[in-house]
Each structure stands twice: as C-alpha cells, then as structure tokens.
C-alpha cells in the first residue's frame, strides 16, 4: 500500500469514528492516532455536547489521552489523523504534545464553506510550523493530496 494509500486508509477510518460521534449526539469530527508501525493506538470522537465540555473536539481529547499513555518521542514519530484541518485549541494540544505529523481530511476553509455561518465555524491560527500537515482531501471516487 503507497502511503497515501495509508493515509486515505486512516482518513476513512476517522470518518467512521465521526459518524460514531454524531450518533452519541455530538458533531461528526473524529480524531484517531497511528504510531510509528501504522498501528491505530488510540481513536476519539468529539464529545463536546455530550460531556457539556466546550473543549471536547475530537483532537483536543485525544492528544489529552495520547500524552497519558506515551513518551514525547514516541508521539514525534507518531501520526495524528483528523476528519478535518484542527482548531487553534486541536493545533496546540498537538504542538504541546509533540506529534511530529497530522493528516487531515478537509480544510478549515473549505469546512466552512460547506456549513456556512455555524457558530462552529472558525477561522483561526493554521498549525504551528513544527508540526508537519498533510491535507487528504476525500471522496468516494478520488484522492488529491496537498500540504
Ligand atoms: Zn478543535
């Protein structure tokens, strides 16, 4: 399998993990892990309307479980996933835990063009610079990586 082929893989993945969480009544986002083998460690939806927790994105909640359970360095050589590009906050509690790569599957920019004026909707701060992004933008039928 190419990589980007792994990388779609993943994304298909989250997208699974998002409709989980908007069946528990929260918003379609999903986050999951891969470390440095390609082995999903760990997968989280958002949680924020469940758990009335207004940082319960999906990202946020992961990299807070992720740097329970693993090293800085192991998390450097590790892959974030995430249905879609990370928030200011998501971007942070990644830089801070140190996750050397995310890939995402849609852009904030074109997130909110697809939902309009949402309360969710942000435009804030892209990802710090150390950490390396990797847009996958998917559909059924074709693949355009960018980033
Ligand atoms: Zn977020």
Redesign the pocket.
Known sequence: MSERAAHISYLKRCIEVSRMARLSGNTP?GAILADAEGEIVLEQGNIEITESNC?G????TLMEKASKSYTKEQLWRSVLYTTAE??????G?IYWGNVGTVVYGISEKRLAELTGDDDQSYAGPALPHRVRARAQVYSSNRAVSGG
């Open positions: 986002f940082t994105h999906a990202e946020r990370p928030c200011a906050m998501c971007a509690s």
